[in-house]
């Protein structure tokens, strides 16, 4: 027989089982069946007694003819919880009827009805009034055909159980669940049905119901046909039948998704997914117990980074970086010797408690011992890399007493171990994490101060040794960091580089010195070259002439008013690709030089390759031009090759008059230098040059 719509045009709930109706008429509690549009399709007598109406009355009508649905929201978002979202609905719920004042408080188990293609048809209900603990059972239940199929539909084990636990009914998810037929269940205990110990533990929770006359719910598990266990929470109340002892009916929902869900989000919590390591939050956790049960007993926290990882990673791809993490974290796990807890903090950062040592000198041994254990080669395919690793280590309690404090100046204690090289390891001091402090609060200051606007150009000019006019400026970055402190380039521009901040720091300094060239030609400032300093990681940067095309684009900057400096050190790293980005910028018009030369590792075959139209004399070879033959001879050998290439050459730290004269007789081209101004900001550079003009 077909299963008959809940949304069946011109028609009710048909029910014919007079047994059925009476059962549901004897619920002590309110039971009610809605279609999609919320209209009741069904209602038990103690529905019709709270609303006071006759069952015909009720069917096809809404909650608004019965509910003041303003002052009782919660009745409206649970049920469109339930037909929209098909949520099962286990709570309390606080409403006031129509025509009264005072609230009245349900609790109330809410499932969605659905067909079998698993869409939502409807909603079946039963509440229960906490407010005055009262049930009224009166028998008007119709046709029970349909109510059987509707309660087979909806997704939730329903059933009814007499005084000895024998089943009266038991809807389709029960049958399926137990792998029987209606014959097989109903009139039968779950003695029959179930292994001893699980209907034993159903059984409890029913003569418990029974006994005291109260709504109760727990969890209940059992196995299923497949020999698997479901986990499942059941509501079970309380039945009075007419001329019978006292029964129970039930409602139960499969939450064993939800609990492997959870167990599963729990494990993610606390563990690392890639290693199967404790994370960082419970190796502090591991840590603060092993402290709190063993106050008096020294604990060290060794801390460590593969070194080079990040280039392991672009050369063989993440998955094999993958594998050498999980190979570290097998090694340090499995290591006998290492009894105390092991995490993997984050990216290849690692952690490991050791105990059992007498002194520095043993913690020392054990150190040095996990690197070794670290530089055992890891093969992947064919290749054999060879690991190392930067540590910090902390001892409880001379650097810190708690967990969290304890990782930390491990952390910072292995920062400086690889500022010191590969393979090192630091034991955490005071002086060190001072030093360590001042270095994570720059780094944290420096990543803020582009959008602080804490960054500025100075400006030095340039003088035409000849003509003694000035011929351009150079721009010098400066950082106000807080807006006050002036903090040397020699100290920030690394960092920048380190914290991969310099190449947007540098396509600022680009665009500024572009719309301050704009600005001095307005003013009538013609004729002006300004010079701008590249960093390394630019001039590596493929989109950099890209960069520099569009900022002079955008500020109308002509080819021969823009000068990019670089340093002979840059040539190193990557030779092939400075050649080509500086191709490509010469090909832009962009005038290209070479910064403190003479102090890199150039060597004259890259010289003879790069397209510069200049070199600038380090200050250490002009400070003794004057007094030191040697120097003087030094810097006439330069500025003599520097021509026979075809480039100019410009002196920079020029600050006394003998010096300039010296270099103006070995026909130096430039001078810059505070003999004639020190670098300025805008308005004293604007300044200057408009009286220098």
């Known amino acids: 027989m077909s299963t008959p719509s809940l949304a069946t045009s011109g028609s009710l709930l048909q029910l014919e089982n007079m047994e059925l109706r009476t059962l549901f008429d004897g619920v002590g509690a309110y039971f009610f069946i809605k279609n999609l549009q919320g209209q009741y399709l069904f209602a038990n007598q103690a529905v019709c007694t709270l609303f006071r109406r006759p069952l015909a009355d009720l069917l096809g009508r809404d909650d608004t003819c019965f509910f003041d649905l303003q002052r009782s929201p919660n009745q409206t978002l649970n049920d469109a919880r339930v037909l929209k979202q098909a949520e099962e609905i286990h709570e309390r719920e606080e409403v006031y009827l129509v025509g009264e004042d005072t609230p009245r408080v349900f609790w109330v188990v809410k499932v969605p009805i659905c067909d079998a293609a698993g869409s939502v048809t409807g909603m079946c209900g039963i509440a229960t009034d906490i407010t005055h603990r009262q049930r009224q059972t009166q028998d008007d ?95 079970k109340m309380p039945l009075k039948l007419p001329g019978q002892p006292p029964a129970l009916i039930g409602f139960s929902s499969d939450i064993t998704e939800l609990l492997q869900l959870k167990r599963g989000m729990e494990q993610h919590r606390t563990t690392d997914t890639l290693t199967g390591l404790p994370n960082r939050a419970q190796f502090e956790r591991l840590l603060a117990s092993r402290i709190e049960a063993m106050p008096h007993q020294p604990l060290a926290v060794l801390l460590f980074d593969l070194d080079q990882f990040k280039y392991l990673n672009n050369s063989v791809g993440h998955a094999a970086g993958d594998e050498v993490l999980k190979e570290v974290a097998a090694r340090i796990d499995d290591c006998s010797w290492l009894p105390g807890p092991t995490a993997r903090l984050a990216g290849n950062e690692f952690a490991l408690a050791v105990t059992g040592f007498s002194d520095s000198e043993g913690l020392r041994r054990i150190a040095m011992q996990v690197q070794h254990l670290l530089e055992q080669p890891v093969r992947l395919g064919p290749q054999l890399f060879q690991l190392t690793a930067g540590m910090g280590i902390s001892v409880y309690p001379a ?59 100075y400006y030095q000019p340039k003088i035409d040794a000849r003509s003694g006019k000035v011929a351009g400026a150079e721009a010098l970055l400066r950082w106000h960091r807080g807006g006050q402190e002036m903090v040397p380039p020699v100290l920030f521009i690394p960092l920048a580089e380190q914290l991969e901040l310099i190449v947007q720091i540098g396509d600022w300094v680009i665009a500024t010195a572009c719309r301050q060239l704009q600005t001095w030609h307005g003013a009538g400032l013609t004729g002006m070259k300004l010079a701008v300093n590249l960093s390394v990681v630019q001039l590596n940067d493929a989109g950099l002439a890209a960069r520099v095309a569009e900022q002079m684009r955008r500020y109308g900057i002509g080819p021969d008013q823009l000068e990019l400096e670089i340093t002979e050190s840059m040539m190193m790293s990557d030779p092939e690709q400075a050649i080509a980005n500086l191709q490509a910028l010469r090909a832009l018009g962009v005038s290209l030089s070479i910064d403190d030369f003479g102090t890199g590792y150039s060597s004259m075959a890259y010289l003879k390759r790069l397209p510069v139209s200049a070199l600038k004399l380090d200050r250490s070879f002009i400070q003794n031009i004057d007094q030191d033959a040697a120097d003087a001879d030094l810097c006439a050998g330069v500025i003599a090759l520097a021509h026979m290439l075809g480039l100019q050459v410009v002196a920079e730290g020029v600050e006394t008059a003998p010096q300039r004269d010296a270099l103006l007789a070995r026909d130096c081209d430039f001078f810059q230098g505070y003999l004639f101004a020190r670098p300025m900001p805008v308005a004293e550079a604007t300044a200057y040059l408009q009286q220098a003009a």
Do not use: C
């Open 399 to 457: 650097d810190a007493l708690s967990a969290d404090q304890l990782v930390a100046r491990a952390e910072a204690a292995m920062f400086d171990a690889k500022e010191k090289g590969r393979g090192r390891f630091r034991f955490y001091s005071a002086e060190l994490g001072a030093a360590v402090a001042a270095r994570l609060s720059l780094e944290r200051d420096l990543r803020a101060a582009q959008d602080k606007q804490e960054f500025e150009l």
């Open 141 to 235: 239940i119709d046709h029970s055909e349909m109510l059987n199929a509707v309660l087979s539909n909806v997704d939730a084990y329903i059933y009814l159980k007499d005084h000895a636990g024998r089943y009266l009914y038991a809807n389709a998810k029960v049958l399926t669940l137990y792998g029987r037929g209606p014959d097989d269940v109903i009139g039968h205990t779950d003695l029959e049905l179930l292994p001893t110990d699980e209907a034993t533990r159903l059984a409890g929770m029913d003569q418990a119901v029974l006994h005291s006359g109260e709504r109760a719910s727990a969890e209940e598990i059992i196995v299923d046909t497949e020999g698997a266990a479901r986990h499942f929470w059941s509501v």
